[in-house]
């Protein structure tokens, strides 16, 4: 029977748990099968990381190292101060030379050869005294890279030697004419011709092409190969102060001189027509009758220049007093055109051979008048071309280069 406050229901029973399983080996084995499984799982999850680590390694890039490119690497023994005559070396390490110059601001240049292996440039031959060269190389190195090399320096002292130029002929005049070489004497002979011809300088305001030919051992001569052009300067320079000049020596004081070349003035002399024309910048300006030499006394044909205005000369043939060739005269307004005597000069003795016959002993015969005016005109150096007459002007017969072609000319230069 229920009574008041209390439940009628019965407070639920527990049940026991099942009691446990003996264990026996089936369950062992069970329990076994259920760890190794266990095992297997983890070592497949493991196997399968291992895997994705080297397959996501190998993707990624080999870092490797890349050495940086080789240049060329330059030195020299040069040094300010050095010797003219001192050999020094321009030398590359890790590549090879394509070009190497030693040279000054006027461009010229000092010798030297290149090894086999176009990695030392060595010089040769001497350079001037006290004077800057700048020393400029070029070279590819082994991994083909270029690379430049530049270093100026100034050679040193020498004592100054004795070797000067005593005389420029034609100079000192106000014009000289277009066919005017350039006649330079030493005062002894050179030591060495081509050192010394490498010394000379000849620069005119117009194009020209000249040589030098030695004349023995004290003389050099310059020609142009055609006359200059007329109205221009033309200026020779010898740069023998603190040069060398072979044999041990070394030269003077250097020389410069200006030459003036004039108008063109070109006299051409036919001893068949017995006429001489004169050509003043290329238009005929006036023509004269003339005389020349006679049998016996042919005047050489050829190209002479206007040598020296003698004035008043006292002319005697190389003849006995007895022969009756024999004279001996002042000759007024004479104009030397070679070392043997022939001049062109006053003759009024043969006013009535003068265009029709020659009658004298060699020399351009024109009236008074006449030669004074030629005389007083022409300048040193100015042409005067004879033809028709059978008898050669020899090349070394006063100034009578032009006589020798240009080629011939050339090799009397000691540089040839």
Not at 45 to 54: L, M, N, Q, V, Y
Not at 56 to 70: L, R
Not at 283 to 290: E, F, N, W
Not at 346 to 370: I, T, Y
Request: charged letters at 25%.
């Amino acid at each position: 029977m229920a009574t008041h406050g209390e439940s009628d229901q019965t407070p639920p029973q527990t049940q026991d748990p099942a009691p446990a399983e003996p264990d026996t080996g089936r369950n062992l084995n069970r329990r076994r099968a259920l760890t190794g499984a266990a095992i297997v799982g983890a070592g497949v999850a493991a196997g399968a990381g291992i895997g994705a680590f080297a397959a996501a390694k190998e993707s990624q890039p080999t870092a490797t190292y890349t050495p940086p490119p080789k240049y060329a690497t330059f030195t020299t023994t040069v040094f300010d101060g050095i010797h003219p005559a001192e050999t020094f070396t321009v030398d590359v390490v890790d590549g090879q030379f394509d070009s190497v110059t030693v040279a000054d601001a006027d461009g010229n240049e000092v010798d030297g050869d290149l090894d086999d292996g176009a990695t030392q440039w060595k010089s040769k031959g001497v350079m001037l005294a006290e004077h800057e060269y700048t020393v400029t190389a070029k070279a590819t190195s082994v991994d083909d890279k270029a690379g430049e090399f530049t270093q100026a320096f100034t050679t040193g002292s020498v004592d100054t030697g004795d070797f000067t130029v005593v005389d420029v002929t034609p100079t000192g005049d106000d014009f000289v004419g277009v066919g005017a070489p350039i006649i330079v004497d030493f005062n002894k002979p050179a030591p060495d011709k081509k050192a010394v011809e490498k010394l000379l300088r000849v620069e005119s305001e117009h194009e020209h092409k000249g040589a030098w030919r030695w004349i023995g051992e004290t003389r050099a001569v310059y020609r142009t190969e055609e006359y200059w052009k007329p109205h221009q300067k033309v200026t020779f320079t010898a740069d023998l102060k603190s040069a060398y000049i072979g044999n041990d020596e070394w030269g003077g004081e250097s020389y410069t001189v200006d030459l003036k070349i004039g108008r063109e003035f070109i006299t051409k002399t036919d001893l068949a027509t017995h006429q001489m024309d004169i050509f003043i910048d290329g238009a005929l300006d006036r023509s004269y009758p003339t005389s020349g030499g006679k049998e016996g006394f042919l005047t050489p044909e050829g190209v002479y220049l206007v040598m020296v205005h003698e004035g008043t000369v006292r002319m005697i043939p190389d003849l006995p007093e007895d022969h009756p060739e024999y004279y001996d005269l002042d000759v007024e307004w004479s104009t030397r055109m070679n070392w043997s005597g022939i001049y062109v000069h006053a003759a009024p003795w043969s006013e009535s051979d003068q265009g029709k016959r020659n009658v004298s002993h060699g020399c351009l015969n024109l009236m008074p008048d006449r030669a004074k005016w030629f005389h007083e005109n022409s300048r040193r150096g100015d042409p005067i071309e004879v033809v028709n007459t059978g008898r050669p002007l020899p090349w070394d017969d006063g100034w009578s280069f032009w006589q020798m072609d240009f080629d011939s000319w050339k090799e009397g230069s000691a540089l040839v």
